[in-house]
T-cell receptor, first 115, second 116 residues
Framework: DTEVTQTPKHLVMGMTNKKSLKCEQH?????MYWYKQKAKKPPELMFV???????INESVPSRFSPECPNSSLLNLHLHALQPEDSALYLC??????????????FGPGTRLTVT | AQTVTQSQPEMSVQEAETVTLSCTYD???????LFWYKQPPSRQMILVIR??????QNATENRFSVNFQKAAKSFSLKISDSQLGDTAMYFC?????????????FGQGTRLTINP
């Protein structure tokens, strides 16, 4: 199974709402990533978890809160977002071995609209 | 810091033609990895091909091949016998070698359209 799944596919939320994005993989990967992608732009890295620990936070505003409950799941909790946060949110996963980068497998994304 | 440049924002070719997408990068590293990712419209991003900098031989995957010129810091993607399903956004990406997690640095992308 080489699949990363994300739910929901689409999400519309108001600026005062709280919502969560979910990501799941069953490839035994121990690194999981959140990216934000605006239209016609490359993905921008937000967070990386390695062995369920947060290893990279790209200075993301605190209204985005990641969580990695176990090695297969990754959540992104959203609160008090701004309209400019509307984007495609991509999850990815990869193996982790010292000194050897592995390709990342991407999910289909959640299309988020903040009204 | 590493940067990746894709100089062709959009390209369009006829089905069955060969097309080459350009990518240049800037790094002071000697060991690194390069990738081409494909993102079809409203579909998932997938890896097309990868190249290790220490390998002189250019990587190939079926109709996809790269021309890796380390000294020139160039990494172009050639698609032979292009198909309608090749229509997508293509991103060139760089990753340095190092311990544990390393970031992918993406170029701005090339939107490729294959016309029937």
């Amino acid at each position: 199974d080489t699949e990363v799944t994300q739910t929901p596919k689409h999400l519309v939320m108001g600026m005062t709402n709280k919502k969560s994005l979910k990501c799941e993989q069953h490839m035994g990967h121990r690194a999981m990533y959140w990216y934000k992608q605006k239209a016609k732009k490359p993905p921008e890295l937000m967070f990386v978890y390695s062995y369920e620990k947060l290893s990279i936070n790209e200075s993301v505003p605190s209204r985005f809160s990641p969580e990695c409950p176990n090695s297969s799941l990754l959540n992104l909790h959203l609160h008090a977002l701004q309209p400019e946060d509307s984007a495609l949110y991509l999850c990815a996963s990869s193996q982790v071995l010292a000194d050897k980068p592995y390709e990342q497998y991407f999910g289909p994304g959640t299309r988020l609209t903040v009204t | 810091a590493q940067t990746v440049t894709q100089s062709q924002p959009e390209m369009s070719v006829q089905e069955a033609e060969t097309v080459t997408l350009s990518c240049t990068y800037d790094t002071s590293e000697n060991n690194y990895y390069l990738f081409w990712y494909k993102q079809p419209p409203s579909r998932q991003m997938i890896l097309v091909i990868r190249q290790e900098a220490y390998k002189q031989q250019n990587a190939t995957e079926n109709r996809f091949s790269v021309n890796f010129q380390k000294a020139a810091k160039s990494f172009s993607l050639k698609i032979s016998d292009s198909q309608l399903g090749d229509t997508a956004m293509y991103f060139c990406a760089f990753m340095r070698e190092g311990r544990w997690i390393q970031k992918l640095v993406f170029g701005q992308g090339t939107r490729l359209t294959i016309n029937p």
